[in-house]
């Protein structure tokens, strides 16, 4: 028998962090979602196998709040940090870079705007190979430092061109999500919870209504209604603290039974893993 392989992690780079991030944002803006069905959202946007499994978003919340956020926000206070990504992008494909700095005195001994007057300089060395020397050193750096501006010139104008595109395309690329996760919604694991009183099955759906088909049946209920809601779910949750024997044979042979031995804070850890499948 073959064992079974796990699949491989997902180690998201920088600019996907930044995309994710901003797609988070937004979707909490405009929907008031929490931050797990944000994130779920959010990581829509990447390519499919590029996605993160559920079960690592309280990972992904943690580092999007002490980290990508404060990115996003310096970003948006430093304009110049709009041709990061770009630089980023190049630096990860293995693309020389060019220092910005450079290019504000590439040569200070040097008057570039006159290679005239370099030569005469070389002619005025003494020896010859020096001469000869110095013509092809200054005509290289007037060379050298002409084609660098115009690299940087042309690596901004793309990036600036490559940024409009993205927020264009962002909006509707977020919209896409979140027809998206709607869409998988009937493919949710369907949970029958049996007991929870007052404001418990509030509690529950804040905490896990967007992961999961939540249903519930209090204490005082009829069997019946119990026998019925059962056949059409995955599993049933009973709480043993506030239920009788009659509710666990009505709901005995249900290839989904799972009891929870204590409060709502046990029904959580219980329902956590069903989740994460």
């Not at 709607?182 to 007052?198: E, F, I, N, Y």
Request: glycine share 4%; aromatic share 6%.
């Amino acid at each position: 028998m073959n064992a079974k392989m796990k699949a491989p992690k997902i180690f998201w780079t920088s600019r996907e962090w930044l995309e994710v991030a901003k797609s988070v944002r937004l979707a909490k803006l405009d929907d008031n979602l929490t931050m797990n069905a944000a994130i779920r959202i959010g990581q829509q946007i990447l390519p499919e196998n590029r996605r993160r499994p559920e079960k690592t978003f309280y990972t992904i919340a943690d580092h999007l709040r002490k980290v990508v956020f404060k990115e996003l926000d310096a970003a948006d206070r430093n304009p110049a940090g709009k041709f990061a990504p770009a630089l980023e992008t190049a630096q990860e494909s293995g693309s020389p870079l060019l220092n910005v700095n450079t290019f504000k005195d590439p040569m200070p001994h040097v008057n570039v705007d006159n290679p005239i007057q370099i030569v005469k300089d070389g002619l005025a060395k003494p020896s010859f190979e020096d001469s000869i020397m110095t013509r092809m050193t200054a005509f290289a750096s007037v060379i050298a430092a002409k084609f660098e501006q115009e690299l940087l010139t042309q690596l901004q104008s793309a990036t600036e061109r490559a940024m409009d595109t993205v927020d264009r395309n962002f909006h509707q690329r977020l919209t896409n999500a979140r027809k998206a996760v709607k869409t998988s919604k009937a493919a949710l694991p369907k949970v029958l919870v049996v007991g929870l009183q007052g404001s418990q099955p509030h509690d529950i759906m804040n905490e896990y209504g967007e992961m999961l088909d939540l249903r519930f049946v209090e204490s005082t209920g009829s069997m019946s209604v119990l026998k019925a809601s059962a056949k059409h779910v995955d599993y049933v949750v009973l709480m043993t603290q506030f239920i009788s024997h009659k509710h666990q044979d009505a709901v005995r042979d249900h290839e989904g039974l799972i009891y929870a031995n204590g409060n709502v804070s046990n029904l959580k850890d219980v329902l956590l893993p069903i989740a994460c499948r």
